[in-house]
């Protein structure tokens, strides 16, 4: 079988190149891509943004699903197996190569597209709303972007922990969609400012922890919003990485704001919490009790335009590439 992956010719011109197929270490395996994820960083990338760590593939893709099709012999796994995965780097393709610690069996019931939609949100919400920002149950989380691929992951744990879940979107539809998956407040951020918002709801300075996706002019929100104590957890700058905010608040909360990338976490902190993902997470799938919401799945050779498409904020739910 021949390997098709994405390769990047320049920040807007992607193509389809062959290869041959791949080949795995003792702890991996190889995976015959049934779907790769779209996330923010594969545009970066793309956008020269964003470069790949030297010992990453070089091919966009941070997430996949599918079957195994080899299987290293310290792996634990079987051909056939049906998984998916964090990858480093290489999940645009029609196979892709996973760490076996960062694989995960799909349950029975479970299809591959939204199984692809699992790797990334889960780890990023695990990592930063759980082991980070310590969120406990009976608690109170406010997600920036609620209805992306992984706010909405994150709006559903919260819940499944009883927590009270107030999340941001920019539409009076998406907000909608925010109610449905379980959000107690939507606040939306283009009809007017969220500190009235949340004046009127009465929650603010009732924050524990806030999942902050945007950065930029939201950052002195956050921080007002926020009880004692309180904890951000920021893994993204949509709205830029510069801001003012007033160190006062931080002192007067004892608030602890903290950030992290995926592609900063160790072999060894990656293992971990996907044990703790495969512990507490997906028992959540494989019940039911979390769905995560899925926009559109887009073919491998649309993979330009899925990603201009995300680019314009246009989506609800996570969007996918159908390599398989």
């Not at 799945?297 to 649309?302: E, G, N, V």
């Amino acid at each position: 079988m021949t390997y098709h992956f994405i390769q990047i010719e320049d920040p807007e011109t992607l193509s389809i190149q062959e290869g041959e197929d791949l080949t795995c270490g003792a702890d991996e395996v190889v995976i015959d891509v049934a779907y790769a994820g779209i996330n923010r960083a594969d545009v970066l990338q793309r956008m020269g943004f964003y470069p790949p760590p030297p010992d990453a593939s070089p091919v966009m893709g941070l997430e996949v699903s599918g079957c195994v099709k080899v299987a290293g012999e310290d792996s634990g796994f079987s051909v056939g197996e049906r998984v998916c995965a964090l990858v480093h780097g290489g999940g645009y393709a029609t196979q892709a190569i996973a760490k076996a610690a960062c694989t995960l069996r799909i349950p029975e019931g479970v299809d591959d597209l939204t199984a692809a939609c699992l790797p990334e949100a889960f780890l990023t919400v695990w990592y930063n709303v759980i082991v980070r920002a310590s969120l406990k149950p009976g608690e109170t989380l406010l997600v920036h972007g609620g209805v992306s691929g992984i706010g909405n992951i994150a709006v559903q744990l919260a819940k499944s922990m009883n927590c009270k879940v107030i999340a941001t979107a920019g539409t009076p539809a998406k907000c909608e969609t925010l109610k449905r998956i379980g959000a107690d407040i939507c606040l939306n951020y283009s009809e007017s400012s969220l500190t009235e918002q949340c004046q009127a709801q009465g929650v603010m300075g009732e924050v524990d922890v806030v999942l902050d996706m945007v950065g930029g002019d939201f950052e002195q929100f956050n921080l007002e919003c926020l009880a004692v104590d309180g904890r951000i957890a920021c893994i993204g700058l949509m709205r830029g990485g510069q801001s003012t905010i007033d160190l006062t608040q931080l002192l007067m909360k004892r608030a602890t704001l903290t950030g992290s990338t995926l592609r900063r976490l160790t072999p060894s902190e990656k293992a971990r919490c996907f044990e703790e993902v495969e512990a507490h997470m997906m028992p959540l799938v494989a019940t039911g009790s979390m769905k995560p919401l899925v926009d559109r799945a887009f073919d491998l050779a649309q993979a330009l335009e899925a990603q201009t498409y995300m680019a314009s904020g246009s989506h609800a739910g996570k969007l996918l590439l159908k390599c398989g």
